[in-house]
C-alpha cells in the first residue's frame, strides 16, 4: 500500500515553493513537494498525513520553521537538526537532514563527528560545540532542564537574537521528528524538489 505524505520543508533559503498532499491540502513555505511514502510492511495500517488532515496546523510549522532558521548559518542549521534527530532517533529527518548538508557542501567527515561531537571537538568550532550543546540539553529537558552552564556557553557565542533563533529552531526540529515519528514517515523517502 502507498500513501501520498506532504512532507516539512526543511531547506535552506527563503524561496517560497507549494507542499501538497494526495487530496489536494496545500501548504506554502520556504521549499517543498510531494513525497510518497510506502509502508515497510505491506499490511502495516496506513498512518495519517499530516499535512492533508491538519493543514492549518501544518502551514503554521512551516511558518515557524522558516522564520527560526532566518538568519542563521546554513551549516549550523543542518548540524543543528542532525543532532537533534539522532537523539530523537527520527531516521526520516535524519536521512534529509545529512543529504541536505551535503548538498549544502558539508564534509563527510563532520557529518560522521556530529553524534560524537563531544569526542570530536576538532571538528566544529566552538560557537557550533555551544549550539550542539544546547540542542541536546533542549532534546532532552526532560533529563536534566536546560543547565545554566550549557545556556552561558550558548549566550556567550550567540547574540540574543541568534540564540533565540537557534532555541526556536530546535524546538521545531524536535516538533518536525515528533510528527515524522507519530506519523510512520520512512527514511529515504524525501522527495522534495531541488
Known amino acids: 500500500m502507498t500513501t501520498t505524505n506532504t512532507i516539512p520543508a526543511q531547506t535552506t533559503g527563503t524561496a517560497t515553493t507549494t507542499a501538497t498532499g494526495s487530496a489536494g491540502a496545500t501548504a506554502t513555505g520556504p521549499a517543498g513537494a510531494t513525497a510518497t511514502a ?4 505491506e499490511n502495516a495500517p496506513t498512518r495519517l ?7 492549518k496546523v501544518f502551514r503554521a510549522l512551516i511558518g515557524f520553521d522558516a522564520a527560526a532558521r532566518e538568519g542563521l548559518d546554513p551549516a549550523l542549521v543542518e548540524l543543528i537538526q542532525i543532532r537533534a534527530s539522532h537523539l530523537n532517533h527520527c531516521a526520516y529527518c535524519l536521512h534529509m537532514h545529512t543529504g541536505d548538508a551535503r548538498r549544502a557542501g558539508e564534509s563527510e567527515d563532520r557529518l560522521h563527528m556530529v ?3 563531544r569526542e570530536a571537538r576538532h571538528f566544529f568550532t566552538p560557537k557550533e560545540q555551544a549550539a550542539l550543546a544546547l540542542t541536546e540539553a533542549v532534546t532532552r529537558i526532560a533529563d536534566a ?30 516538533t ?9 514517515k520512512v527514511a529515504g523517502t524525501d522527495e522534495r524538489r531541488r
Open 49 to 55: 498525513d499530516f499535512g492533508k488532515t491538519a493543514p
Open 176 to 184: 518536525w521528528n515528533r510528527v515524522a515519528l507519530a506519523t510512520g
Open 38 to 41: 510506502t509502508t515497510a510492511d
Open 145 to 174: 532542564g536546560v543547565p545554566d552552564d550549557v545556556y552561558a556557553q550558548a549566550a556567550a557565542h550567540f547574540d540574543e537574537t541568534e540564540l533565540a533563533h537557534v532555541l526556536a529552531l530546535i524546538l521545531t526540529i524536535n
Open 115 to 117: 553524534a560524537v561531537w
